[in-house]
């Protein structure tokens, strides 16, 4: 079937088209640089060459993309956890999925799935079977937690909506160096010594196109599921790259009394600055590991048989990608070589 991807260029998005075309299916990508088609699905060995050239924001253009659609995969959104972008980012997840999911139910189209995130769900107490909305009021935590209720609500209403929620996301092949990616460069560098109490889910992207190409199937049992992954807390993070690369990590866990302060003051200090000095230690970020919310990620292992796959594998295949691309210096591959 044709399935219509929206944000296909992006980290997960690009990941998810070529999972999706391996599963069978053909694709469409909704986008509004077609320039960046190519730089992002080269290098996974994938090509599309329909597309339809746009913004998620205009309705106009996500009808043309929809036109003869059976299916659709709305991964389009901003991923940021600057507090200076809040308007923008607030505007562009919530509005983006208010268009694309209302229009795909309206003319039929099944299933319509959403990417959504785990911080949508991340909350003291602890989630549960129904996986509760969140309780973070920070920008983009806050228009995730929007766009899903704006899935729920199509959901409640008997549209095939069906919510994917991946966590904080590792893996190679990445166009853009997102923000737990470019968090993870500097670990390997003995960079970021500093960690939060609790924990978060940590998926592979990977992990994550192979669940959005199998809740294609008409067999799935549910609209919602969490992507299988991990509980990453301090421990995890620094053991799974000492496994990765043979290397120890020093670090402190401090308390949240210290940290809350020192990232509120860091998110303004570095809200003037150009990107590439931006230190990725952001209130949002703590704010998710605080909540240490654990979720049940079984119905897609048991549905769909998707494991996760090994940490350290994810953090030195990571790494590796990283060296070749530049983003980290040479020396480092010899942390990670290849596989016989």
């Known amino acids: 079937m ?12 690009c990941h998810a088209v070529a999972a999706i075309l391996r599963a069978g299916h053909d694709v469409r990508l909704l986008v509004r640089r077609p320039e960046q088609v ?19 924001l205009d309705e106009e253009s996500v009808s043309r993309a929809l036109d003869g659609c059976a299916a659709v995969v709305h991964a389009a959104a901003i991923y940021s956890l600057d507090r200076g972008r809040a308007e923008e980012i607030g505007r562009t997840n919530v509005r983006a999925t208010e268009l694309v999911l209302g229009q795909a139910a309206e003319r039929g189209t099944d299933p319509v799935v959403y990417v959504s995130s785990t911080v949508s769900i991340a909350r003291y107490g602890g989630s549960g079977p129904d ?21 729920r609500q199509l959901q409640d209403a008997g549209a095939p909506v069906v919510s994917v929620y991946p966590g904080g996301v590792y893996g190679p092949h990445d166009p853009y160096l997102a923000n737990n990616n470019e968090r993870l460069r500097w670990l390997v560098r003995r960079l970021f ?60 866990v401090l308390p949240a009394s210290v940290l809350r302060p020192m990232t509120s003051l860091l998110d303004l200090v570095q809200r003037p600055l ?67």
């Open 193 to 252: 010594p500093l960690w939060s109490p609790g924990g978060l889910h940590m998926v592979d992207v990977r992990d994550v196109a192979s669940t959005l190409a199998a809740v294609l199937a008409p067999s799935r049992s549910r609209s919602r599921y969490v992507v299988p992954g991990y509980h990453l807390d301090a421990a995890m993070q620094y053991g799974a790259l000492r496994e990765a690369t043979g290397r120890r990590y020093p670090h402190v």
């Open 274 to 340: 150009p990107d590439g000095w931006h230190y990725p230690a952001e209130r949002e970020a703590v704010e998710l590991n605080l909540r240490d919310t654990r979720f049940d990620d079984s119905a897609a292992r048991t549905e769909f048989g998707i494991e996760p796959r090994p940490l350290a594998q994810t953090l030195a295949d990571t790494i590796r990608w990283m060296v070749d691309s530049g983003h980290l210096p040479p020396r480092y591959g010899r942390l990670v070589p290849e596989q016989d």
């Open 131 to 151: 996986l509760p909305l969140g309780d973070i009021d920070l920008p983009y935590t806050r228009s995730k937690i929007e766009a899903e209720r704006v899935a």
């Open 2 to 13: 044709l399935v219509l991807v929206t944000g296909g260029t992006g980290f997960v998005g």
């Open 38 to 56: 190519a730089k992002s699905l080269d290098p996974l060995g994938v090509e599309v060459s329909d597309v339809v050239v746009g913004d998620v």
